[in-house]
């Protein structure tokens, strides 16, 4: 199968399942648009792929495969005798040339596509929607829209945000009772990064910081009582406290403790 131009979107970089992914497993990913056909599928030969993609280094393709299908950027599934590859969202992010062949892989539980049938496609036809050919060097082609190749539209899930959560957080106390509060908050990106604002703040107040941190609230408090919400004061943030030195109170020692005053106003054993 000859290898194909596909398009690349800045969002990709800045993706954070992809960024979960060993650097290898990210330019796989990359290489397997060039090897997939229009309807963004190709087979599931993972030797085939290393010899096409990776010829002179020794890495994983099955397992690297693998964890691209645990973050939902592929699907790897049988049809019609056909181990195979979807990419996921291909049709939403790549544009094939117009003279690119049909797909002779059968989609998820369909037979295979009669060869030069192009009714099923799910790709945008040449100029639909003001599109053009992922080849052309045309300036639409190249106005990349920002929203990058993700396995979905969907917010993050909310439990996807808590251990990021539960590790910044000072106090680790009750990790089931802050578990149960965050998924009713049902947590966005938006409201975690305004969480973790706040907090990056709260940790340096001093009811945060005297005794210990022992007056910092529960995780779960903090959470049902929004207390992210809270006024927060001003405080530095350039500046991180000491332990106090364990050199103090020479002032206040008696240094004649035990000793004889002489007639002289020394003192003496």
Do not use: C
């Not at 199968?1 to 596909?6: D, K, N, P, T």
């Not at 954070?16 to 648009?33: V, Y």
């Not at 096409?52 to 049809?79: H, Q, T």
């Not at 005794?211 to 350039?238: A, C, M, Y």
């Amino acid at each position: 199968m000859m290898a194909r131009s596909r398009n690349i979107k800045p969002g990709f970089f800045s993706n954070e399942d992809l960024a979960d992914l060993d650097f290898s497993a990210r330019l796989l990913f990359i290489g397997m648009w060039t090897e997939a056909d229009r309807e963004g599928r190709l087979e599931d030969r993972p030797k085939r792929l290393k010899m096409a993609l990776f010829p002179a280094d020794n890495v994983d393709i099955d397992g690297m495969l693998d964890a691209l299908e645990s973050k939902g950027f592929i699907r790897r599934y049988e049809a019609s005798g056909i181990k195979a590859i979807q990419v996921v969202n291909w049709s939403k992010h790549q544009n094939p040339h117009v003279k690119e062949a049909a797909s002779t892989i059968p989609a998820e539980g369909q037979e295979p596509p009669i060869q030069g049938e192009h009714g099923a496609s799910t790709i945008q036809a040449p100029g639909e929607h003001g599109s053009f050919p992922a080849d052309s060097l045309s300036l639409d082609s190249l106005n990349l829209i920002p929203d990058s190749l993700t396995p979905s539209q969907a917010p993050v899930a909310s439990e996807d945000l808590f251990p990021k959560f539960w590790k910044l957080y000072p106090r680790k106390v009750g990790k089931d009772k802050a578990e149960k509060a965050w998924t009713k908050l049902k947590v966005n990106q938006a409201l975690y990064d305004l969480m973790i604002s706040a907090l990056a703040k709260q940790v340096l107040t001093p009811d945060w910081t005297k005794d210990k941190g022992q007056f910092i609230p529960h995780p779960s408090t903090w959470l049902n009582g929004k207390r992210w919400e809270d006024e927060i004061p001003d405080v530095p943030t350039n500046v991180h406290p000491f332990p106090q030195s364990r050199h103090t109170g020479f002032a206040g020692r008696d240094y004649t403790a035990g000793l004889k005053q002489r007639e002289d106003g020394s003192y003496a054993l």
